[in-house]
């Protein structure tokens, strides 16, 4: 009689234990949700001494379940902190980028502005104006150029018109020359001559 209490004792045990070992199975198991799912489909009806009913559950399952609420809301604390913190670095990443983005824009720019204007005198004008003022001056030194030669030409012919009137000039004295000594000879030639004839009659 005493073997059997024992065994029948025994056999609770074993039962009990596979159903708390079976519920903590289920009650591990799935999300939040179904946790709680699971908690509400193994808690028992009771009625009061009033006649009320109302729900009893296992504080063993109501620990875990605690125990895996809190987890899953401390997960979700870390996920969130993770996320904000990645957000930002993303939004410091964007931030840097745009800031990157501005410089190198604004070289951009001035590179342009550089390309595009030249460097005259010490001012910056633009390449419009300074081929303008280019071809302005060159085209006011080949004038200037056009001038001179015309200039030189018409000096070289007024000087080869003066050096042909001076060379006929010359011509004309030399000529001139010659006549008057011929005359100075034959007057000298005259004189000489009376001379002798007055000697030649005294």
Same mark, same amino acid.
């Given at each position: 009689?005493?073997?059997?209490?024992?065994?029948?004792?025994?056999?609770?045990?074993?039962?009990?234990?596979?159903?708390?070992?079976? #519920? %903590?199975?289920?009650?591990?198991?799935?999300?939040?949700?179904? !946790?709680?799912?699971?908690?509400?489909?193994?808690?028992?009806?009771? +009625?009061?001494?009033?006649?009320?009913?109302?729900?009893?559950?296992?504080?063993?399952?109501?620990?875990?379940?605690?125990?895996?609420?809190?987890?899953? *809301?401390?997960?979700?604390?870390? %996920?969130?902190?993770?996320?904000?913190?990645?957000?930002?670095? !993303?939004? +410091?990443?964007?931030?840097?980028?745009?800031?990157?983005?501005?410089?190198?824009?604004?070289?951009?720019?001035? %590179?342009?502005?550089?390309?595009?204007?030249?460097?005259?005198?010490?001012?910056?004008?633009?390449?419009?104006?300074?081929? *303008? *003022?280019?071809?302005?001056?060159?085209?006011?030194?080949?004038?200037?150029?056009?001038?001179?030669?015309?200039?030189?030409?018409?000096?070289?012919?007024?000087?080869?018109?003066?050096?042909?009137?001076?060379? #006929?000039?010359?011509?004309?004295?030399?000529?001139?020359?010659?006549?008057?000594?011929?005359?100075?000879?034959?007057?000298?030639? !005259?004189? !000489?001559? #009376?001379?002798?004839?007055?000697?030649? %009659?005294?």
């Amino acid at each position: 009689m005493k073997s059997l209490k024992l065994y029948i004792l025994a056999i609770l045990c074993i039962s009990f234990q596979f159903s708390n070992a079976q #519920e %903590t199975e289920s009650i591990n198991q799935g999300s939040i949700d179904d !946790q709680f799912e699971f908690v509400l489909r193994k808690s028992g009806n009771f +009625k009061g001494t009033n006649g009320s009913a109302y729900e009893a559950v296992k504080r063993s399952m109501f620990v875990t379940l605690q125990a895996h609420t809190n987890d899953t *809301i401390n997960t979700l604390k870390k %996920t969130l902190s993770d996320t904000r913190h990645t957000v930002a670095t !993303q939004e +410091k990443e964007i931030n840097d980028l745009k800031a990157n983005l501005n410089t190198t824009q604004s070289t951009l720019t001035a %590179t342009n502005e550089e390309k595009n204007n030249m460097a005259l005198l010490g001012m910056q004008t633009s390449k419009t104006n300074y081929n *303008i *003022i280019m071809w302005t001056i060159v085209a006011a030194l080949l004038a200037l150029l056009l001038f001179f030669i015309y200039k030189f030409k018409n000096s070289n012919a007024i000087t080869k018109a003066a050096n042909l009137k001076l060379s #006929e000039v010359e011509e004309e004295f030399e000529e001139h020359r010659k006549t008057a000594l011929e005359r100075e000879q034959k007057v000298r030639r !005259q004189l !000489q001559d #009376e001379i002798n004839k007055q000697k030649g %009659t005294s």
